[in-house]
């Protein structure tokens, strides 16, 4: 082959490789993409399964997480019609609460409200409640510190003292109470006396405030606060204590047989 045709050769391979350049930029090729994908097109949030391959058959995306992640395909934008992401705003923090525990150890929380909610793969939203310790101490926690000692009502003191001489004033009487409570634990002890075994973990008891007990107050010591749990002592039992907590109270009543007394 001489020269001249050395030189029509060059010009054809010159002349196939713009126009296979030439078709394979301006001539449009196969759709790929989310647009290919079989129903659903798109998907919400992070989804592994809803991917395509590019025109580079390289894989991509068709879910609202592929705008964290930058591999969304091509034609997300158009066919999934979604906006950019939003971020997600909460407003301030409300005042703490206060303490679940009148007296003692206890927790307070406060909370915030979501403002604008994230959408199409955002920032989600931080933590809206936060919670810490606190210690009660309000003006009932030196009530709530006394320990009841109680006894049997087979102890009521019902009865005439016959050394009372009649000169001697007598005390003035001051209308019993009565005090519910619910039994919340008990030591073992109590298991020895017939009174002091219906002391029982959950058991709902009956003590009656008489006037006698009553001292210098219009209350007994260790009357319990309500809601908040306290501690109890039989009087002539060694070892037997316990915890209650006071339900409610009746004024000028008398228990039932089988409840108990303040000492």
């Not at 030591?187 to 219906?198: E, Y």
Request: charged fraction near 20%; hydrophobic fraction near 30%.
């Amino acid at each position: 082959m001489g020269a001249y045709g050395w030189s029509s050769a060059r010009l054809g391979f010159v002349v196939w490789g713009f126009l296979a350049f030439f078709c394979g930029e301006f001539v449009p090729q196969a759709e790929a993409g989310c647009r290919e994908r079989e129903s659903p097109n798109c998907c919400t949030g992070r989804n592994n399964e809803c991917f395509e391959y590019s025109r580079r058959k390289t894989v991509c995306y068709c879910d609202t997480y592929c705008h964290k992640t930058r591999d969304c395909c091509e034609d997300y934008q158009s066919v999934c019609q979604i906006s950019a992401a939003i971020d997600c705003v909460v407003g301030s923090w409300g005042p703490w609460s206060s303490c679940t525990s009148s007296c003692g150890i206890g927790s307070t929380e406060r909370s915030r409200q979501v403002s604008v909610p994230p959408r199409n793969g955002g920032t989600p939203c931080p933590d809206l409640k936060q919670r810490r310790g606190c210690f009660g101490n309000n003006a009932i926690c030196s009530t709530a510190k006394e320990v009841a000692k109680i006894l049997p009502n087979s102890f009521k003191r019902n009865f005439k003292d016959p050394w009372r001489r009649p000169h001697m004033l007598m005390k003035e009487e001051k209308a019993s109470y009565c005090v519910h409570l619910q039994v919340k634990q008990a030591s073992a002890a109590c298991r020895l006396k017939l009174w002091t075994a219906r002391l029982m973990r959950e058991t709902a008891v009956c003590v009656e405030c008489q006037s006698d007990a009553m001292a210098k107050s219009d209350r007994c010591g260790g009357d319990g606060v309500r809601g908040t749990r306290t501690f109890w002592s039989a009087a002539s039992v060694p070892g037997c204590h316990g915890s209650w907590i006071r339900q409610f109270s009746s004024e000028r009543c008398q228990c039932s047989d089988n409840s108990f007394l303040f000492v």
